[in-house]
């Protein structure tokens, strides 16, 4: 199967920017969807974005027009950059992928998922 592992979180002020990257290991198949969710304390886990394999895109409303989902299929690493940043953006930010070529936010639809990288916005 497929191992997932994030970096690039941390604490970043009100109006900064982050990237987080996944880089995805362990297998020669390789998810053809992959996606960050985020979690907050209280919070149901939550898609955020998510691309296809050919480059077809989605975000959730909250945070279109601010993050950019891309990844390198020759590096097999996902990547997240987060602009105007805002405080409700605090979360635990999870990479996850799929198998199937069709993007979805059902959470059991995804077939490998990393341990997470927290990202903390000050106000």
């Known amino acids: 199967q497929v191992q997932l592992v994030e970096s690039g979180g941390g604490l970043v002020q009100a109006g900064g920017s982050l990237r987080l990257s996944c880089a995805a290991s362990g297998s020669i198949e390789r998810p053809n969807v992959m996606a960050w969710y985020r979690q907050a304390p209280g919070k149901e886990r939550a898609l955020v974005a998510a691309?296809?394999?050919?480059?077809?895109?989605y975000y959730a409303d909250s945070v279109k027009g601010r993050f950019t989902i891309s990844r390198d299929n020759a590096k097999n690493t996902l990547y997240l950059q987060m602009n105007s940043l805002k405080p409700e953006d605090t979360a635990m930010y999870v990479c996850?992928?799929?198998?199937?070529?069709?993007?979805?936010?059902?959470?059991?639809?995804?077939?490998?998922w990393g341990q997470g990288t927290q990202v903390t916005v000050s106000s």
């Open positions: 996850a992928g799929r198998r199937g070529a069709t993007i979805l936010p059902t959470i059991r639809r995804y077939d490998y």
């Open positions: 691309i296809v394999s050919g480059g077809t895109t």
